[in-house]
Nanobody, 116 residues
Framework: QVQLVESGGGLVQAGGSLRLSCVVS????????MAWFRQAPGKEREFAAA????????YYTDSVKGRFTISRDNAKKSVYLQMNSLKPEDTAVYYC?????????WGQGTQVTVSS
């Protein structure tokens, strides 16, 4: 089993920054993909950012490009999401996701609230 624990959420004013962290534990294998998804109140969960094993390949949804940066530290089994220039529409529960062939695991989520 794979377990994920997110941290770093909170309340921030528009224009501010937050850094989310996610630690992976359990029976993992190398070369897994990590991603961040988010779910705003009353909306479907949506993709935010993803990163490949080496960190060389990153992907972002259009609404966060240029503001969010995903990174990882494989030695620490951790993935991060640096969020800058936050907007009220970024308010959501942010979920960490682990994907490897046959395994798709989620964390419990961390709340990010951006006030205007």
């Amino acid at each position: 089993q794979v377990q994920l624990v997110e941290s770093g959420g909170g309340l921030v004013q528009a224009g501010g920054s937050l850094r989310l962290s996610c630690v992976v534990s359990g029976r993992t294998k190398d070369r897994y993909i990590m991603a961040w998804f988010r779910q705003a109140p009353g909306k479907e969960r949506e993709f935010a950012a993803a990163i490949g094993w080496t960190g060389g390949n990153t992907y972002y949804t259009d609404s966060v490009k240029g503001r969010f940066t995903i990174s990882r530290d494989n030695a620490k089994k951790s993935v991060y999401l640096q969020m800058n220039s936050l907007k009220p529409e970024d308010t959501a529960v942010y979920y960490c996701n682990y994907y490897q062939a046959g395994i798709n695991a989620w964390g419990q989520g961390t709340q990010v609230t951006v006030s205007s």
